[in-house]
């Protein structure tokens, strides 16, 4: 069955840099798009980066734009997300999310397969 793992979190302080990567394996069909969400202790996991599979799209939530950058490698079914000028309120489990239908790309609802998450904190 399909399976996505995240790796690369860890405590940084702010204004550092981490690396996240999203490996999907297992009996993995075509992708429409990944993207990363992120939850933080008492709030609503919220949209963070996603990439179309085929066309190289990409969108990013205001709160990250400019900081962080979704890329991906077809070849290894590996989407990463470089965040770079890392803050606190950045802090947050990260997790990964796939999508193999057309539509909108935002939202929770839209992803079919997501990751067991990967902790990321920052400190001040």
């Known amino acids: 069955q399909v399976q996505l793992v995240e790796s690369g979190g860890g405590l940084v302080q702010a204004g550092g840099s981490l690396r996240l990567s999203c490996l999907a394996s297992?009996?993995?069909?075509?992708?429409?798009?990944m993207a990363w969400f992120r939850q933080a202790p008492g709030k609503e996991r919220e949209f963070v980066a996603t990439i179309s599979w085929t066309a190289d799209t990409t969108y990013y939530a205001d709160s990250v734009k400019g900081r962080f950058t979704i890329s991906r490698d077809n070849t290894k079914n590996t989407v990463y997300l470089q965040m770079n000028t890392l803050k606190f309120e950045d802090t947050a489990v990260y997790y990964c999310?796939?999508?193999?239908?057309?539509?909108?790309?935002?939202?929770?609802?839209?992803?079919?397969?997501w990751g067991q998450g990967t902790q990321v904190t920052v400190s001040s």
């Open positions: 297992g009996n993995t069909p075509s992708w429409y798009a």
């Open positions: 999310a796939a999508k193999y239908t057309s539509g909108t790309l935002l939202s929770l609802n839209d992803y079919d397969y």
